[in-house]
């Protein structure tokens, strides 16, 4: 009874919270630790270092190699499309899996081309860590955040399909669900 009271008293319709910390959080946590531990042991720079060495000494650019460069352009643009994307959802966003009683599908800006910008952002971010290191290791590790960001779409999914029923399987129909035009 208190879970059904804590729901009704934050205005949620339909949750996984439970799956989602369980299948997605924890294994998500610690494969994104793990990886970004080896990025920076194995790799010789630190990103957030540059970044802000960078905005100290714009100069100090040509100085970087092409995975530094390549890592750091993929970190920037990715953290560009999860913003976007969390700011187009507005008052839609939740970082658990969850459905409040004023939540909008929304189908509009970035999310006309992608499901889920979110993750896609997020994984082209995370994937630019290791390689601005030249982090073979690392990179490796990232790779596997993919399954698991996957397993958390089917889960979301399965969420938005009780919520919005064939209104979202329409929307599915008409877009990609990782990254445009491909997946």
């Known amino acids: 009874m208190p879970k059904r009271e804590s729901h009704r008293r934050l205005k949620i319709v339909r949750s996984a919270i439970r799956e989602d910390v369980l299948y997605f959080a924890l294994p998500a946590l610690l494969v994104f630790t ?4 080896v990025s920076f042991i194995v790799g010789p720079g630190s990103l957030l270092g540059t970044l802000l060495e960078l905005t100290n000494q714009p100069g100090k650019l040509y100085s ?3 995975q530094n460069i390549l890592g750091l352009g993929l970190f920037v643009v990715g953290l560009t499309i999860a913003v976007i994307a969390v700011v187009t959802l507005r008052g839609s966003y939740h970082s658990t899996l969850v459905i409040r009683e004023d939540h909008r599908l929304v189908t509009h800006g970035i999310y006309r081309y992608t499901r889920h910008p979110v993750y896609l952002g997020v994984l082209i971010a995370i994937i630019g860590i290791p390689i601005y290191n030249s982090s073979l290791y690392g990179l490796v590790i990232m790779i596997i955040l993919i399954p698991i960001i996957i397993n958390r779409i089917r889960m979301e999914e399965r969420l938005l399909i009780e919520e919005y029923g064939d209104a979202y ?15």
Request: no cysteine.
């Open 34 to 37: 793990a990886g970004l531990v």
């Open 64 to 66: 970087l190699s092409w």
């Open 169 to 183: 399987r329409e929307y599915q129909e008409t877009t990609s669900k990782l990254v445009p035009f491909v997946y």
